[in-house]
């Protein structure tokens, strides 16, 4: 699968995919991460960086973008899908916060809610700040979840409690796994792998089910995990993980997690499509530059409507 865009001596049978044996002994990571997450808990509390969290969160972008589906029924056309990534509870994001962002995700009265993994930071306890944001979500057609590599590292693969809690607050979480989902006689194959550079991703797990021509989304948090999907299986996969760059000037952003240029937006791949959230959470401080948070509102449209 190939990109548009993107040089044509790419090759992604040479992909190398990333591990946490390629990053290193494990306690070191989290005894990092940790320390950056109580490190910016103190910050918040002060004025310059309570000043930024707010600066920030005000420019949460709820963008709107069409999504030509190459097949599928006329049941399908205009369904959609808010897509949220990389929350990150924990790194600035408040309850206060979490619950703004719920009653905008209600207001914007989608069919589906994806959420699209790094929603805690570095600790299990932050999944509960969740709460405030999720009893507010009522998409008739459901709410599900991926894990990120943030769930994957540091809950330690242990990912029991983290479903146990999405579940009971009405969140299915699918990890190599699928479901369908039915819109005025027509269905959709909804599936989710797991994370891509902490976790073991399953994609033939994750599509066993789908009907023959049955149009497909995948929820894949590490968007190159794309490349690897078979074009005439998969429609669109969304995915975050890049948070825009956080930092973008212009072309260039110091980290974009992504070996391809899947930076944001969307992405034609030979018959299937990607779209890459920019996520409305932060890592490290709470600033980003040409890249605002953003609850991507995807509405899809059947090939000839």
Do not use: K
């Amino acid at each position: 699968m190939t990109t548009e865009g993107l040089p044509a001596a790419l090759d992604h049978r040479r992909f190398h995919r990333p591990g946490p044996r390629a990053m290193g002994s494990v306690w070191p990571r989290l005894l990092f991460g940790r320390t950056v997450t109580r490190t910016m808990e103190r910050l918040r509390g002060i004025p310059p960086g309570s000043w930024l969290h707010r600066r920030l969160r005000a420019q949460t972008e709820y963008s709107s973008t069409d999504v030509a589906l190459r097949r599928g029924e006329l049941g399908l056309d205009g369904l959609t899908i808010a897509f949220v990534s990389d929350v990150h509870a924990g790194f600035y994001m408040t309850l206060a916060d979490l619950e703004q962002l719920g009653a905008r995700l209600a207001a914007l009265a989608p069919d589906l809610v994806c959420l699209g993994g790094d929603l805690i930071a570095t600790r299990e306890s932050e999944i509960r700040m969740l709460a405030p944001l999720l009893r507010l979500l009522e998409p008739p057609l459901g709410t599900f979840a991926v894990p990120g590599n943030h769930e994957c590292f540091y809950l330690r693969g242990d990912l029991s409690r983290w479903r146990s809690f999405l579940q009971d607050h009405g969140v299915r979480t699918l990890i190599n796994e699928g479901v369908r989902v039915e819109r005025d006689g027509a269905s959709l194959w909804l599936a989710g792998v797991d994370d891509y550079g902490e976790g073991t991703p399953d994609q033939a797990a994750a599509l066993s089910g789908r009907a023959r021509d049955e149009p497909a989304v995948l929820l894949s948090h590490h968007p190159d995990y794309a490349l690897h999907l078979p074009s005439t299986e998969v429609d669109l996969v969304l995915s975050g993980h890049t948070h825009g760059g956080q930092i973008a000037l212009g072309p260039w952003a110091p980290i974009t997690h992504s070996r391809h240029g899947h930076r944001a937006g969307l992405y034609a791949l030979e018959d299937a499509q990607l779209y890459v959230g920019r996520g409305v959470g932060v890592s490290f401080l709470p600033l980003r530059i040409g890249s605002r948070p953003e609850v991507a509102l995807l509405r899809l449209r059947r090939s000839g409507c």
